[in-house]
């Protein structure tokens, strides 16, 4: 593995003094992750180096072209002050996934955890102390090659920041209201839906920015074929229990692979509940909504967690879900995954990382 070098800011920041007051992704850590790929040389020169703002030619391909890619994850601070990580691995995989069908250079997986884990560890200060928040973890990949032909890049850089944040709607664990979009698409199977690519939240903030002028928090996304089929919500996937059975949209490759996902559905799983991965239609939710067995909604991602959807919008209908409140499932999940992520409880699946 290469050496990642260090070097050390002359000028640390001052710490956020309220934990409380967080919010998400506006402050930075002292330091972030840089590393290079050059046509022929491959990636090269990782380092930690003051956070900074970096030069850049205003013809980079990644502000023309958007071959761009990112992840996030998260470091936690368990109560006896260890750090954990929570299933690293399964973020790289996906930044491979992502770098494959946008045509940049893979990352070594196993040398990006670690790069992950370094910088943590340089910034472990960061890392808040109180219930609910974390360090909020960026690595993403852009393409730098000035010019303005439409082909893959040969230059690259990876780089990873870091954030401390609380959570990240402003209802915290309180249901969100959600806004079924109808008229504008995020993805279609084949384009790059399944992946973390920059120009799939481009594509989302036109009815995002709508959808919160009615104030509400996000969009769900049906397909966009048909316009019926249930896809994603706006920062997370999305899970509906009717009756007895948990059900969220197949990952059929215009949906996020999400981690969350993944790990709710082996959890709900290891309690011996029924889970289908399915096709499921917006009008079947309606209906379900209407006679009674649509008994929670809840989204899952890194930045959402487990958040609960109180309300949804299609149409002219209102779908009131759990009286607005958390439903039990929702609130079992939010409980086990964050005791797991925060180290209060046992990690049978031994999904953590701690960060020495
Ligand atoms: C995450 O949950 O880490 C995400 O990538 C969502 C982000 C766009 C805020």
Redesign the pocket.
């Known amino acids: 593995m290469q050496e990642i070098k260090l070097e050390l800011t002359k000028h640390p920041k001052a710490k956020p003094q309220d934990e409380t007051k967080l919010g ?2 506006s402050i930075f850590t002292d330091h972030m992750f840089v590393m290079n790929y050059d046509k022929g040389q491959g990636w090269h020169d990782p380092r930690i180096v003051p956070y900074g703002d970096i030069p850049l030619s205003p013809a980079a391909m990644c502000f023309h072209y958007g071959q761009a890619v ?4 998260k470091a936690y601070r368990t109560q006896d002050d260890r750090i954990l990580l929570f299933r690293p691995e399964k973020n790289m995989a996906r930044l491979n996934a992502s770098n494959d069908r946008l045509c940049i250079p893979p990352v070594d997986e196993a040398f990006a955890v670690q790069a992950v884990e370094k910088l943590v560890s340089v910034e472990k200060d960061w890392i808040p102390h109180i219930d609910g928040a974390s360090l ?1 973890i960026r690595p993403f990949i852009i393409a730098v090659d000035p010019h303005l032909g439409v082909h893959p890049g040969h230059h690259f850089l990876f780089m990873i920041l870091c954030c401390p944040v609380g959570a ?1 709607y402003p209802e915290g664990l309180n249901p969100v209201r959600i806004y079924v979009e109808d008229q504008y698409v995020r993805a279609v199977r084949g384009g790059m839906g399944n992946t ?1 690519a920059a120009g799939n ?1 481009a594509a989302s903030l036109k009815a995002q920015d709508e959808a919160e002028k009615q104030n509400y928090t996000q969009v769900l996304w049906l397909d966009g074929v048909e316009r019926k089929y249930i896809e994603e919500v706006g ?2 996937n999305v899970f509906f229990v009717l009756d007895d059975e948990v059900v969220t949209p197949a990952l059929q490759g215009s949906i996020l692979p999400g981690i969350t996902r993944m790990s709710a559905i082996e959890l709900l799983q290891s309690w011996g509940m029924k889970v289908s991965e399915r096709p499921i239609s917006i009008q079947e939710i309606a209906d379900a909504s209407e006679s009674g067995r649509l008994k929670e909604a809840f989204g899952t ?4 967690v487990i958040s609960p959807i109180g309300e949804l919008k299609w149409e002219d209908r209102r779908m009131c879900i759990h009286d607005g409140k958390i439903g039990p499932i929702s609130q079992k999940l939010y409980d086990t995954l964050t005791g797991i992520q925060w180290g209060k409880l046992p990690d049978p699946m031994g999904w953590t990382v701690e960060v020495k």
Do not use: H, Q, S
């Open positions: 998400f992704g990112f992840e996030g994850m909020y990240y973390k939240y920062t997370m991602g890194t930045a959402a």
